[in-house]
């Protein structure tokens, strides 16, 4: 499966975007799909995760109600909705194609898209 990520752009705090992933290949929902951003300086982290059929989601507690993810399948794309930017999620966003443990532990695959710039300004 091949991944491309793209939505992002240069937002003032406490406004929105909403970031794509789309998907190429017949086999888009067998994956579970993984969003994880990676900020100047700093290591790549694990942002939100949805499962295979969309019924389960995880988000890492910086983006607890603020993020939203969630997926057609149809369409072969995910979705991250997220609301009420800070400056402190500026990063470089990536969707990556892999599963959920039976743990809820999002488990990446090999499969990444290019990234999104996120510049959020306060």
């Known amino acids: 499966v091949q991944l491309q990520a793209f939505g992002g752009g240069f937002v003032q705090a406490g406004t929105s975007l909403r970031l794509s992933c789309a998907a190429s290949g017949r086999t888009f929902s067998s994956y579970g799909i993984g969003w994880f951003r990676q900020a100047p300086g700093k290591e790549r982290e694990w942002v939100s995760c949805?499962?295979?059929?969309?019924?389960?989601?995880y988000y890492v507690d910086s983006v607890k109600g603020r993020f939203t993810i969630s997926r057609d399948n149809a369409k072969n794309t995910v979705y991250l909705q997220m609301n009420r930017l800070k400056p402190a999620d500026t990063a470089v966003y990536y969707c990556?194609?892999?599963?959920?443990?039976?743990?809820?532990?999002?488990?990446?695959?090999?499969?990444w898209g290019q990234g999104t710039l996120v510049t959020v300004s306060s």
């Open positions: 949805i499962s295979s059929s969309g019924g389960t989601t």
């Open positions: 990556n194609a892999g599963r959920l443990s039976v743990y809820g532990q999002y488990i990446p695959g090999d499969y």
